[in-house]
């Protein structure tokens, strides 16, 4: 299972690193995903990613400060919300709507009420001074 693991950490791993460069490809989901499936798989594999450009500019300040900018909080939570409201339209037991309903508010709630919003320049220099330590550390 920890080789699945592995596998699924460099998958959204390389998903993440390619929204880094693409702007219509969302890179915090991904690299979110990605710390998951690290976590799980092995200390080494998690240790090098949290050492990595990508972890230090897109996820620190959200493991660290559960801080995220604007964008990818949308970007975060809109796929929830899109997938959940299409199936609320398309299931037809009306519990199921309900509670379909109260897990979208509750998400839009928790990013909007439990992660902190900050501006996209300091989220980016808070990445950028993160990198500069981590050069002169070395």
């Avoid at 990613?49 to 996820?59: A, D, I, S």
């Avoid at 801080?67 to 975060?76: A, D, G, H, I, Q």
């Amino acid at each position: 299972m920890r080789i699945i693991y592995a596998l699924l950490g460099l998958f959204f791993f390389g998903l993440g690193a390619l929204g880094a460069l693409l702007p219509v490809l969302p890179t915090t989901p991904f690299l979110l995903l990605a710390s998951f499936f690290f976590l799980r798989s092995s200390k080494r594999l998690n240790d090098w990613f949290m050492q990595t450009k990508l972890y230090k500019r897109y996820l620190a300040n959200f493991v660290e400060n559960r801080e995220m900018t604007l964008r990818s909080k949308f970007l975060c939570c809109s796929p929830g919300v899109i997938i959940m409201s299409v199936l609320a339209i398309m299931i037809p037991y009306i519990w199921a709507k309900v509670l379909l309903i109260l897990l979208v508010i509750f998400e839009l709630w928790y990013f909007k009420t439990r992660i902190k919003t900050i501006p996209a320049d300091i989220a980016k220099a808070q990445g950028e001074a993160r990198l500069r330590q981590n050069e002169t550390a070395l």
